[in-house]
């Protein structure tokens, strides 16, 4: 199957720096790719979609000043957490949508710690 | 958005038995999807149903899509260890949507 990579796998970083996280489809191009956040033992939330060459859509209530997502190619989308606080500490998954279809693939995700 | 909510929330149960999880919403489903996340990774597809009252199996594992194309329930048969994990229903792009839009997610433990 298609594969998703995320890097870094894990993070730890200081309050008020910021950090930038990568996802890459590694054998396909895609077009739309999915920021998901998600907290212990819960479900996955979805933060915003992001088009290649446009701006990104965020969900309602994600800020779109705390969480830049910029995705300038059909491999890669990045997600930049600013001015980063612990209450941003979180499990964030990508998925990219394979340009011909529906399938969505899921990326390994990257833990992020804020102290 | 459709909501889909899941139950149990939490399962915790001992190698062999049986269990049943559900995922139901108030609106009705193009289709649906069933994924597993283990600790630390990201989510795996299992199955999509797509057609009322279809049933699917993946070995030890059973989904079911409601008639009404509403609801959907996942039966594991003889859980293993290996089945622990958390389990999510989700609803797929299509339509009017082009968002994937998980459930509350059920977390098995299968105690050996």
């Known amino acids: 199957g298609a594969v998703v990579s995320q890097h870094p796998s894990r993070v730890i970083c200081k309050s008020g720096t910021s950090v930038k996280i990568e996802c890459r489809s590694l054998?396909?191009?895609?077009?739309?790719m999915f920021w998901y956040r998600q907290f212990p033992k819960k479900s996955l939330m979805l933060m915003a979609t992001?088009?290649?060459?446009?701006?990104?859509?965020?969900e309602q209530g994600v800020e779109k000043d705390k969480f830049l997502i910029n995705h300038a190619s059909l491999t890669l989308s990045t997600l930049t957490v600013t001015s980063a606080h612990p209450e941003d500490s979180s499990f964030y998954i990508c998925?990219?949508?394979?340009?011909?279809?529906?399938?969505?693939?899921f990326g390994p995700g990257t833990r992020l710690t804020v102290t | 958005t459709q909501l889909l909510e899941q139950s149990p929330q939490f399962l915790s149960i001992q190698e062999g038995e049986n269990l049943t999880v559900y995922c139901n919403s108030s609106?009705?489903?193009?289709?649906l999807q069933w994924y597993r996340q283990e600790p630390g990774e990201g989510p795996v597809l299992l199955v999509t149903?797509?057609?009322?009252?279809e049933v699917k199996k993946l070995k030890r594992l059973t989904f079911q899509f409601g008639d009404a194309r509403k609801d959907s329930s996942l039966h594991i048969t003889a859980a293993q260890p290996g089945d622990t994990g958390l389990y999510l229903c989700?609803?797929?792009?299509?339509?009017?949507?082009?968002?994937?839009?998980f459930g509350t997610g059920t977390l098995l433990a299968v105690q050996p």
């Open positions: 998925s990219a949508r394979d340009s011909g279809g529906y399938e969505q693939y």
């Open positions: 054998d396909f191009q895609a077009t739309t």
């Open positions: 992001s088009n290649e060459g446009s701006k990104a859509t965020y």
């Open positions: 609106s009705v489903f193009s289709s």
């Open positions: 149903v797509v057609t009322g009252g």
């Open positions: 989700a609803d797929p792009p299509g339509g009017a949507t082009n968002k994937l839009i």
